[in-house]
């Protein structure tokens, strides 16, 4: 059974950092590209960035919203996915989701139960 | 970047009815590649559709897909109590970012 696991979220001020994680089992995590999926308040869902497998260098990808403040990172040998949050901002507060990319395309066919950030003083 | 415009914002509908939500692309979708999800409560989202018309893994065939190009359908046969929730179209047809639509709910008349 594939699981996503989230840690890490809490309540952070505004300027500060956040480390989330995600503890991935049940299928082989190396194959697939992994991303973070995050949902404000009552709000719909919006794509956060992404990291490619190693086969592809593991590249990364992310939204104009978080580049250059958050870092997606990975270990293939741990299985877990990491996003790194700095610089965070009020409008940054959201549930974080880990997903997976499907093996058919970039949908996410696998969730996490996701991570509560809130970024308030 | 690809706006997805979903709708309408809210079906209301009764049990046993069919329900049919729009998603329209801002600009044509590569390979139709358009998924649906299905968000509950408290939940995190779950993949009904993908490639516009195929069926996740599990999922029952009361849930359809269809469209092309810029305008997609997600059809519920016979709505069941527990198909009452909050559904999100996904375009993947360019490289990233990908982008939802802002939701349709479907709530008990």
């Known amino acids: 059974e594939v699981q996503l696991v989230e840690s890490g979220g809490g309540l952070v001020q505004p300027g500060g950092s956040l480390r989330l994680s995600c503890a991935a089992s049940?299928?082989?995590?190396?194959?697939?590209?992994m991303d973070w999926v995050r949902q404000a308040p009552g709000k719909g869902l919006e794509w956060v960035g992404r990291?490619?497998?190693?086969?592809?260098?593991?590249?990364?990808e992310y939204a104009a919203s978080v580049k250059g403040r958050f870092t997606v990172s990975r270990d293939d040998f741990q299985n877990s996915l990491s996003l790194q949050m700095n610089s965070l901002k009020t409008e940054d507060t959201a549930v974080y989701y880990c997903?997976?990319?499907?093996?058919?395309?970039?949908?996410?066919?696998?969730w996490g139960q996701g991570a509560l950030v809130t970024v308030s003083s | 970047e690809i706006v997805l415009t979903q709708s309408p914002g809210t079906l209301s509908l009764s049990p046993g009815e069919r329900a049919t939500l729009s998603c329209r692309a801002s600009?044509?979708?590569?390979?139709?590649?358009l998924a649906w999800y299905q968000q509950k409560p408290g939940q995190a989202p779950r993949l009904l559709i993908y490639?516009?018309?195929s069926r996740a893994t599990g999922i029952p065939d009361r849930f359809g897909g269809s469209g092309s190009g810029t305008d997609f359908t997600l059809t519920i046969n016979r709505l069941e109590p527990e198909d009452f929730a909050v559904y999100y179209c996904?375009?993947?047809?360019?490289?990233?970012?990908?982008?939802f639509g802002g939701g349709t709910k479907v709530e008990i008349k």
């Open positions: 997903t997976r990319a499907s093996d058919y395309g970039d949908f996410f066919d696998y």
């Open positions: 049940g299928f082989t995590f190396s194959d697939h590209y």
């Open positions: 990291i490619r497998n190693k086969a592809n260098s593991y590249l990364t």
């Open positions: 600009q044509r979708v590569s390979g139709n590649y």
């Open positions: 490639e516009a018309s």
């Open positions: 996904q375009q993947y047809g360019s490289s990233p970012p990908f982008t």
